[in-house]
């Protein structure tokens, strides 16, 4: 009765460096799976220092693409990389996200570059990620019957009219439908799935502000923000359940009444 | 008991030259209510003849803007020259869209840069039009207390990944939140609201091929085609039903099990 | 360019003599159509006098019909008795429905056996109705290629968790699948949606408080409750579009995140 | 960076003889929880033997208590009959449930009785559960801080209109209904969630007949049923994840394009 092991497979977490990403590194590591993780020039420093970390902590391989993920070409790097480093990839954990803080009825704070910016990052990049893993996943299933997972951060945003900005609600409810789109059309050689956190505390989060953040977590029945670690948890869930794939899962402590 | 009525308002409708866009003019008209249709350089000949027919058969001020509704720009002229040509604009019918017939697992269908044609026009153009009618309809409610209208023409794809490809679909999502986050943050002096029709025939729609129309049509309860005069009816209903904002419409013969 | 007429059909309306059932009664009448209401014994008297109204200011026919809607065998004698006075039905208004005010963190508020009533009434009550026409509606299609048509009055509350009353909203939520269900399995004889309106004034609403009622107005976009007319508005709008089934659409002044 | 443990909690499976509901009572038993089952008369053989093998093979404790879920007196005797058996219960899982196969569109399949049936033991079974166990719940978390776990056996008919038949498909709607109910106002002590089922293969579901069966298979992306061991594993999920309350997970191989 032991669930599926995950140990020996190679994993790619774009936005792995730090956040929910670094969280999901190490999770996944503990599980033995080995890591590669990706980032931008600013994230060097932390990837490194994780990469470390989780190779003699969990005696995995890991490694670090220094790359854009909000384009095609970049997507492909990030992909053909992690195949070069780790030799295959079986887990993609299209994390990188963007954002700016700011009010839902202020009509000027995103420029019509950063909506379309948004868009490149929060909705296409699973996308891309996909179309350069698609031909490998279709191989190994073909050659072994193994199924390909692609998980994506998504948000409660995703799912509602709320969260850090329109233009983040607005490409990450696209993000959810490239999600389905991708599950719905490429089996049974992949899966895809999106988890939408609702309320975590990290970096990126934290400009909400103290205040912001209490009255999130007064109004969540659990009166908390997300466990990092149970959201880590259940990427973990998504990547050895092999019966789910086209669905998003919410987890927000009850914050919102959506599923 | 009589319902509200729309006689003398100033209507600006995107793509309103032909298909679902001229249906929904002529609609409007019929109520009264003066239109200035919006096309790009072929859509040209199509408008000058709706025009002239709508002012003459229903005794209306009608006007025309070439322009594309795919940029900010582009949207702030469509509402500046209708405000021009009509003196004031109280509904803005958000209908102008682009799509390709791809089959949904084709994942090389779009390039990036028709990915991003796609944002820009089916998730964006409502957006650019509501940005640049605000100020008119605030200024406008702090006067007389009357309330914008934005309805977008959005389709079964913005719910479910269906339709003629994944850019539409994941577009038209994002779409029915742009939708949302203007209705829910910029009351009381805007509603908006979406409406989805599944398959309506159209020169648009017959690209699917007689073939795939026939299935759908033996698959909806109903046994046929959303009807498009009942599309431009439930148009005009949201234009008129002052309760209604940050919804969305599905008409689609039962088609699909989705609202 | 009109849209379609109703004059002339016939409708039934439970729970029709006073509150929205009324209202949308009086509409329906305007629009010329024969109405037969549904009450109990204390309804009788408004019944008797909206009945008068009605007829005189819209030379249409009236029925009444007193019966408890909550059970197979009332509902099938409010069909019959609505044919046999009216001659036939085309329209069914399941309007009735029953509630508690209770918190929700209430556990003790309803008993096994209101529970039970609640489901009767919210739930069941529209599939009897719909069992009792069915023959009818069928023999209709076969003979004229006329369609049924069922509207049920939801709520809010049957999308989402809020409202009067747990148990009110769960048996709500019912009635959406008990809609669905008779749309997607019995075309092309038969349409069925549902109104979701958000807090609607009426005597029964009344019972929020003061207070209450001022919250929900003021959280709501659009500053207001819904208006009673545009929410017999809207189902008049669904009599007359013959393109859609299965769906529900809400109304709410955009007090609540939910289509 | 291990997950939660769960061992030493005490969990009640209603319905926990056979199906999935044996299943989820091996896994809870393999990470260390003790498991009391829940069945009728029928049921008792079966129970008795999976009692047996838990207990030895997981040196857990075991228990049984012979009663009806459908009704409020019979989930009190339960829920204590659990506690006065185990010292404790932490772990509610509400998998009893009850349908007929029929045609959706026979109006005649399921009497008023059955219908009123569906309603209890699909929707109020687990109303009557937490309402049972809800004072231990809080004087545990007022003593310990611990939170106490809800999880019903829900289905992709809960979200759809698809299934054995209507009433199972609407009085599982109405069950998720509950579940957020609960979940969204009896925080923190409290956490409910359901897990969605597609097709599973059971006793139970192997009266759709092979044939539906294979069509259902063929007809899913990932072109199998769920697997049993990975449905159980998503309740070990919900239990120890707390961070999530009040939703659905929905696990179909890709079957339904619903979350």
């Given at each position: 009765m032991a669930p599926r092991s995950l140990k020996g497979l190679n994993a790619i977490i774009t936005g792995g460096a730090s956040g929910l990403g670094a969280v999901i590194a190490k999770?996944?590591?503990?599980?033995?799976?080995n890591v590669c993780l990706n980032g931008l020039t600013h994230d060097e420093p932390a990837a490194q220092k994780l990469s470390s970390e989780l190779s003699s902590t969990y005696s995995i391989k890991t490694a670090y693409v220094l790359e854009d993920a909000s384009t095609?070409?970049?997507?492909?790097?990030?992909?053909?990389?992690?195949?070069e480093k780790l030799g295959s990839v079986q887990i993609v954990i299209a994390n990188a996200g963007w954002t700016k803080f700011a009010a839902w009825n202020d009509l000027e704070a995103f420029s019509e570059q950063e909506?379309?910016?948004?868009?490149?990052?929060?909705?296409?990049?699973?996308?891309?990620?996909?179309?350069?893993?698609?031909?490998?996943w279709k191989s190994s299933y073909e050659a072994t019957g193994s199924v390909g997972c692609l998980i994506s951060t998504n948000s409660l945003a995703g799912l509602t009219s709320t969260g850090s900005s329109m233009p983040y609600s607005v490409t990450k409810a696209g993000q959810l439908r490239v999600i389905e789109g991708i599950a719905y059309n490429n089996g049974p050689w992949a899966r895809a799935?999106?988890?939408?956190?609702?309320?975590?505390?990290?970096?990126?989060?934290?400009?909400?502000?103290?205040?912001?953040?209490?009255?999130?977590?007064?109004?969540?029945?659990?009166?908390?923000?997300?466990?990092?670690?149970?959201?880590?948890?259940?990427?973990?869930?998504?990547?050895?359940?092999?019966?789910?794939?086209?669905?998003?899962?919410?987890?927000?402590?009850?914050?919102?009444?959506?599923s």
């Open positions: 999770r996944l590591a503990s599980e033995g799976v095609e070409a970049g997507c492909k790097n990030i992909i053909d990389t992690t195949i909506w379309i910016n948004s868009f490149r990052i929060n909705t296409l990049s699973p996308f891309w990620l996909f179309k350069a893993v698609a031909p490998h799935n999106a988890v939408c956190p609702g309320l975590i505390i990290t970096e990126w989060s934290l400009r909400y502000g103290r205040e912001r953040i209490d009255k999130m977590v007064e109004a969540s029945p659990l009166k908390k923000a997300v466990d990092l670690d149970d959201c880590a948890d259940m990427f973990v869930q998504l990547c050895r359940n092999e019966s789910i794939t086209g669905k998003h899962i919410t987890m927000d402590c009850g914050l919102a009444m959506v």
